[in-house]
């Protein structure tokens, strides 16, 4: 079965600073994996996704994840972080049955001045 | 653009009542989800439905039960409601089920309180 664990329930940083959220997947197949951003009373919103062409993926609003399979770690990135990027961020992995998701239990950015 | 449309954003029921909660898609997606999110618990799978008139079980179905007799529409139902029932619903659909690599497009969810 497949699985997303997200290391840190809560991250804080700076406004400006690097954002680095983290996910490791476990998985028997390899695995497709998607970043969602929730911000506050809305539904998820698809950041980026990972479809094996590259290991290094570029989504909206500046954030990047990179697929390591040797550390089977898809972690997601931002040079500089802004006060609108203050919401939560979900891991998900497709798990198996086409299209199902099995979703982390996401992280929640703060961002600081 | 996707549409994924929750009938609800804030509902409030009593105990026992028969709940519903509607979801509603303009993409013609055959697939389609309801999750609950709860906090530190991110989002389980309640049911999923590839088809019309075809569902499957998620993670947590005890209590719920679902419905599809249209396309575009999946309905959720608690057949009596219950005080941990009280969670944030969220719909979500996606493109067929052959096609993988397809990501979920959610609505904006309901809030339903349970009293």
């Known amino acids: 079965a497949q699985s997303v664990t997200q290391l840190g329930s809560h991250v804080s940083v700076s406004e400006g600073a690097l954002v680095l959220l983290r996910c490791n997947y476990s998985s028997s197949v390899p695995p497709y994996l998607f970043w969602y951003v929730q911000y506050p009373n809305q539904g998820l919103q698809l950041l980026l996704k990972?479809?094996?062409?590259?290991?290094l993926v570029k989504g909206i609003n500046g954030f990047e994840a990179e697929f390591k399979k040797s550390e089977t770690s898809f972690h997601l990135t931002k040079p500089s972080a802004h006060m609108s990027d203050a919401a939560e961020y979900f891991c998900a992995v497709e798990a198996g049955t086409a299209s199902k998701l099995t979703f982390g239990t996401g992280t929640r950015l703060q961002v600081t001045l | 653009d996707v549409k994924v449309t929750q009938s609800s954003r804030y509902l409030v029921k009593r105990t026992g009542e028969k709940v519903f909660l509607e979801c509603v898609q303009d993409?013609?997606?055959?697939?389609m989800f309801w999750y609950r999110q709860d906090p530190g618990l991110g989002l389980r799978l309640i049911y999923f439905?590839?088809?019309?008139?075809?569902?499957e079980k998620g993670d947590i179905p005890e209590g719920y039960s679902v419905s599809r007799e249209k396309k575009e529409r999946f309905s959720l139902i608690l057949e009596s409601a219950s005080t941990n029932q009280t969670s944030m619903y969220l719909c979500?659909?996606?493109?067929?089920?052959?096609?993988?690599?397809?990501?979920?497009?959610f609505g904006d969810g309901t809030r339903l309180s349970i009293l």
């Open positions: 439905s590839y088809d019309v008139k075809m569902k």
């Open positions: 993409m013609d997606h055959e697939n």
């Open positions: 990972y479809t094996s062409a590259a290991t």
């Open positions: 979500a659909s996606s493109s067929p089920l052959n096609r993988v690599n397809q990501p979920q497009h």
